[in-house]
């Protein structure tokens, strides 16, 4: 019932945030603006498009399936319709004009777009929904930006940011890896690996070749996106994946020598061949980089790669309460939370739970009245991030006619789940079990951690039958119908204990 209790208020909130955008919306077209303040006038790609609107999508495809069928479909359909500028990649839209922003078209844009919208956007939501329109219009994109640009050395800063060549390389190989698991599209692993053979040099390693490396969000996702095609490799191209393999191991050794505190977690930015810390500030991105050092240690078995994730793990409930992680952003909170949280789920260190635990508290009391949290993009990290922590409480769980009074929480142990739901109201749905994600979506042979996943807490296997106990009633289910939605019916106020074991 505590789990219970917290995943009903991550829920609840999440739904105010997605009313409370919606609200915000444009009149004529429906899309949201990027921001309620400076670009209330327009919708672009590497924001609004990216980490904001998939985010309302995701909450309303677990809590109002009205708006998921109807207001999300529609502003799909809009999106692509009103912002598709070179074949089908997006630009930026104006609201104000009714049309482009930009005239002549600014190709580097349009690429840096392209690769966040799928990146932070369009690859949750295919991990968490599989196939559907929002997978397809990802694969519309990647299809058309192969025809525009390979190993992405020449997009121009155009106020970008100074790491927008590596953070494009670094989106588009986790987007091909992942797109090439669930596809096997030898398209999208020829790609990926021109790019992977571009940075795993003695010319251009990361570690050797770039004066500045940025080991939080807009430059750490070379580190990521190298590893995850190396993940790939590893199974499809072992010859590839011994080519590549020094080249991984240098470049995380280099970051876990000169890149880390104290306590583990990474700086915002170093000079990893001198060692110089060039920006002190500490990674709310911490979890995005250790992803990669967990990967390869499931893959090489490298024990210090494991060791630095326990590190950093162990030091956040006593050092990082409360901490300013981005100057007063709620952004930095939901990063780090989300971030702990994926590593929490393969190595579950007991301080990190309470860590995880106060912190989501910090996150919501940036909440206003309206929903709204702070009112730029980055409100969509909010719910991504109190979704995954909801999907930790009810174990992988979520319900069909969600509202807000529905109370559930559940606890795993070994083989068993337990759940407890309860309502004021009469209430009649289904308990919807998570299933195998990274099989079932995304056709991956190992789930290794990865940003913006949906974290497996207590995966049902569709073929498998399971031992359903509800008061001194027992059934055997089958995993598909345990996936498809359980039903369950509850009195005003009555309390629903439920097991499922393997």
Known sequence: MANGKAANEAFRRSHQYLLGWLAKADSV???????????TCIWNAWDAAADNYPFLVMTASMLDRPIFE????EMLATETRLTSRIGRLPDTYSFCKRGFQNDPIDTSQVIFGSAEYMKDGLIPLTEWL????????????????????????????????KHAVVEVGGDLLQVLARMYWQTRNPQWLQWGIQIGDYYLSPDHLPTQALPRLQLRDHGCEIVSGLVEL?????????????????????????ILAKGRNEQGLFYDEINP????????RLADNFGYTLNAFYTVYVIDRVAGYREATLKALGSLSAHYR?????????????????GALNLYLREPVPSAKDWLDSEIKVLWNFQKPDGIIEGWHGDGNFARTSLMYALWKTAGIHVSNWNAGIVYGSVTDKNTVYVTITSPKAWQGKL?????????HMHMPVDYPRINQFQEWFPIEKDKNY???????????????????????LKPNEVVRLSCSR
């Open 29 to 39: 077209s429906g899309l949201i603006p990027r921001n309620l303040t400076q670009s």
């Open 70 to 73: 109807g207001k999300m479909r």
């Open 130 to 161: 599989g196939p559907s329109p929002w997978s397809e219009r990802m694969l519309g994109i990647l299809a058309d930006l192969d025809k525009l640009v390979d190993v992405p050395t020449q997009i121009k800063s155009n106020g970008l940011g």
């Open 230 to 254: 190396y993940a790939v490799v590893s199974v499809v191209d072992p010859a590839k994946k011994r080519q590549w393999q020094p080249y991984i191991h240098e470049m995380l050794d280099t």
């Open 273 to 280: 061949v001198t060692g110089e810390i060039t920006q002190k």
């Open 322 to 338: 409360n901490h300013d992680w981005e100057n007063g952003s709620a952004d930095g909170y939901a990063d780090a939370i989300e």
């Open 432 to 440: 919807i079990f998570g299933s195998n994600w990274h099989t079932e």
């Open 467 to 489: 031992t359903v106990t509800i008061g001194s009633k027992t059934q055997t289910v089958k995993g598909s119908a345990l996936i498809a939605g359980f039903p369950v019916q």
